[in-house]
């Protein structure tokens, strides 16, 4: 099977600053990443998302890497505002399955 | 915003009780999913289903039934709702990868 797990479940950063939310995922098989915000009071809502024949894909103002070799995988979020303190999740899919199998969760809060 | 609903929002109900939460969705999408949050344990998938016919069990569908009404419906069953069941829970949808969640419904069993 697969799990996904988060390594830190809060991090705290200065507004402006850019954070690093980090993911590690335990099947080598898995072929397909998602980065999820879930805001207080609503459903998870998709950021960015990347396939394993890449290492890199940037969004606005959001980066994921992925390292295969170590398999971990890491959201950026440039110059971060009020509006991104949210739980972050990853989600993980083995090749072939058609589940997403969800990390526990990394609280970020931005601090003014 | 509203292509993923459910309903009810909030629900108290008391041990023993059968409960269904319903989901809809205005996205055309085919798969549908139910999830389970708890507190530190991020989203567990309970029941999928891929079109209409087709329903599968997640990782903890014990105590759970789900019925794929239409391809835009799909509704989870608590059949005997105990205490440990109170969570917060998510439906989803997707056409294959990225999965569009419903706004949720937060259930106490008392």
């Known amino acids: 099977g697969e799990s996904v797990g988060l390594h830190l479940p809060t991090l705290s950063v200065q507004e402006g600053d850019n954070s690093i939310i980090n993911c590690a995922y335990s099947n080598s098989a898995s072929d397909y990443f998602i980065w999820y915000k879930q805001e207080s009071g609503k459903g998870p809502q998709f950021i960015i998302d990347?396939?394993?024949?890449?290492d890199k894909r940037q969004g606005q103002r959001v980066t994921v890497l992925l390292n295969k070799t170590v398999k971990h995988l890491s959201l950026q979020i440039a110059a971060t505002q009020p509006g991104d303190s949210a739980v972050y999740f990853c989600?993980?899919?083995?090749?072939?399955?058609?589940?997403?199998?969800f990390g526990q969760g990394t609280r970020l809060t931005i601090n003014p | 915003d509203a292509d993923v609903t459910q309903t009810p929002r909030n629900r108290i109900t008391k041990t023993g009780k059968r409960i269904m939460l319903e989901c809809s969705q205005t996205k055309g999408h085919d798969r549908m999913y139910w999830y389970r949050q708890d507190p530190g344990l991020g989203l567990r998938l309970i029941y999928y289903?891929?079109?209409?016919?087709?329903?599968n069990k997640g990782e903890i569908s014990d105590g759970y039934s789900v019925s794929r009404q239409a391809q835009a419906k799909f509704s989870l069953s608590l059949e005997s709702a105990i205490p440990n069941q109170t969570a917060l829970y998510f439906c989803a949808t997707s056409r294959i990868n990225e999965q569009f969640f419903g706004p949720g419904t937060r259930l106490t069993v008392l």
């Open positions: 990347i396939r394993s024949n890449m």
């Open positions: 289903s891929f079109d209409v016919k087709d329903i």
């Open positions: 989600a993980g899919r083995i090749q072939g399955a058609q589940k997403l199998v």
